[in-house]
Each structure stands twice: as structure tokens, then as C-alpha cells.
């Protein structure tokens, strides 16, 4: 059974412009959680959508957003980007609640 | 914010020994999880104790829960060069009906030199 996949791997954009980030679940996983990765600040949740809705969501701004489709798929988007959200964006999946996440490798995103 | 708070930050041992990592959290939990990292890469999940246990044993990793001290350690035994990654623990929150949404440590740098 394939993993959580995750594109592009490497993204380098520039302040101000906007980036949308991929993420393919396990086949059969209903739940996705994104979470931002930084030296300073460490893992920090950004959301998680389950059929489609948005369950929960962390403290960022409403800069990011994201969705997730009928095939379970799903993306999160960046507007006008800033210096300091350079980080690795790392997308998991999992079965059912109480189940342990399945990470994707992530998205290396730099902000220049 | 961060809830769980590892202990040490670093830690540097030889192949064969044992590496003990610390954990405390702050708020009532469903259930503590711990996941590793290779540099650059996503996060592996290792084991899953449940707020109503105490230990558990997954191959050479041994986990302990102490509610009350609202605290968790990770053992493991007979360390291999692999096992060099970035170790974190992450919670679950009780009440929060929400198990994607994980509460992570800052993590210990496990260093296995051969």
C-alpha cells in the first residue's frame, strides 16, 4: 500500500506570492492533519479535515487555508507569503480516530 | 503552543547502549504517542500508550505513562547507528475529539555512534 505522498517535494517562492501544497493519503485513510515544521517553533498544527470538513484548526493565520476532496486528497494553500513561513510542511493521514498518523515526507518550502 | 517538553534536547551514546528521552505535557490526554524523525523527513509513528496504561513494549522500544506526574519516557535498548533520528512525543488531548490534531514535544536529537 502506497504512503502519504507529498508535492513537490521543494518549493522556493518569493514574499507575496501565494503556494499550494499536495497531499495524498493513504488509500482508505478519511483524515488528513497538515503541520508546519520550523527550527524555532518546532510541529505546529495547522488543520485537519475529515470527509471533506474542516474538524479542526490551530492558531495560524487565515493566510493558510486548505481543503480536502471526495477522494480524500488535499491541499492547503499559502496567500501572500512571508520570510517566516520558510518550514517544512508535513501532511499526515490516518484510518480512524484514536490511530496513529501516517506522515508524507513533506514539503520543503522556502520564502526568499 | 508546545505541550510536551522533552528531555534531554541532545543526546549522544555508543552502539549498544541504552537511550532513555523524557517527556512531560500539561492538560489531560487520551493518549501519548511517540514518532520519529530522520533528518529532512517525515515523522514515523513508534508506539501509542493509552492514558489508562502504564507500559508498554514495542520490540526494543519500551514506553511509560505516569498520569499523575503527567509524564512519559521512551527506552531504547540496544541502540544501533540507525536509530540515529530526531525522537518526539506527541499527545492527544482529552476531550478534544480530535485525533488528527497532535500537541508535539520539541523533540530529542538521539545521536548512536558506531
Known amino acids: 500500500k502506497a504512503g502519504v505522498t507529498q508535492t513537490p517535494r521543494y518549493l522556493i517562492k518569493t514574499r507575496g506570492q501565494q503556494v499550494t501544497l499536495s497531499c495524498s493519503p493513504i488509500s482508505g485513510h478519511r483524515s488528513v492533519s497538515w503541520y508546519q515544521q520550523t527550527p524555532g517553533q518546532g510541529l505546529q498544527f495547522l488543520f485537519e479535515?475529515?470527509?471533506?470538513?474542516?474538524?479542526n484548526k490551530g492558531n495560524f493565520p487565515g493566510r493558510f487555508s486548505g481543503r480536502q476532496f471526495s477522494n480524500s486528497r488535499s491541499e492547503m494553500n499559502v496567500s501572500t507569503l512571508e520570510l517566516g513561513d520558510s518550514a517544512l510542511y508535513l501532511c499526515a493521514s490516518s484510518l480512524v480516530e484514536s490511530s496513529p498518523l501516517h506522515f508524507g515526507n513533506g514539503t520543503r518550502l522556502t520564502v526568499t | 503552543s508546545q505541550q510536551g517538553e522533552e528531555d534531554p534536547q541532545a543526546l549522544s551514546i555508543q552502539e549498544g547502549e541504552n537511550a532513555t528521552m523524557n517527556c512531560s505535557y500539561k492538560?489531560?490526554?487520551?493518549?501519548l504517542q511517540w514518532y520519529r524523525q530522520n533528518s529532512g523527513r517525515g515523522l514515523v509513528h513508534l508506539i501509542l500508550i493509552r492514558s489508562n496504561e502504564r507500559e508498554k513494549h514495542s520490540g526494543r522500544l519500551r514506553v511509560t505513562l505516569d498520569t499523575s506526574k503527567k509524564s512519559s519516557s521512551l527506552l531504547i535498548t540496544a541502540s544501533r547507528a540507525a536509530d540515529t533520528a530526531s525522537y518526539f512525543c506527541a499527545t492527544v488531548n482529552h476531550g478534544s475529539g480530535n485525533t488528527g490534531k497532535l500537541i508535539f514535544g520539541q523533540g530529542t536529537t538521539l545521536q548512536v555512534k558506531p
Open positions: 479535515y475529515f470527509s471533506e470538513t474542516q474538524r
Open positions: 492538560t489531560s490526554i487520551n493518549n
